[in-house]
Nanobody, 120 residues
Framework: QVQLVESGGGLVQPGGSLRLSCAAS????????MAWHRQVLGKERELVAR???????TYADSVKGRFTISRDNAKNTVYLQMNSLKPEDTAVYYC??????????????WGQGTQVTVSS
């Protein structure tokens, strides 16, 4: 069983920055993809950014040029650096990963979510 533990959310003023972290616990697996999604109450969860184990990245159009996703494969940790934050970035941010077990099988996991609020 893999657990994703997130940290780094909070309240920030418009134009400010936050850095989210998500660490996958456990052993005996590899993680080909990690990502951040976000969800506003009453709306569907949406992809913010995704990164492969090789470092290839994908971003939602709404965050391109402002957010940067990165990962430390040795620590099974993914980061989301969020700059120039806007009120419309306010949401619960969820970490997500695809895990491939060394012995067999694969699964996907979600973190518990961390609140990001952008407000003056």
């Amino acid at each position: 069983q893999v657990q994703l533990v997130e940290s780094g959310g909070g309240l920030v003023q418009p134009g400010g920055s936050l850095r989210l972290s998500c660490a996958a616990s456990g052993s005996g697996f590899s993680i080909p993809f990690m990502a951040w999604h976000r969800q506003v109450l009453g709306k569907e969860r949406e992809l913010v950014a995704r990164i492969s184990s090789g470092g290839n990245t994908t971003y939602a159009d709404s965050v391109k040029g402002r957010f940067t996703i990165s990962r430390d494969n040795a620590k099974n940790t993914v980061y989301l650096q969020m700059n120039s934050l806007k009120p419309e970035d306010t949401a619960v941010y969820y970490c997500w990963s695809v895990v491939v077990y060394t012995r067999s099988g694969a699964n996907q996991y979600w973190g518990q979510g961390t609140q990001v609020t952008v407000s003056s």
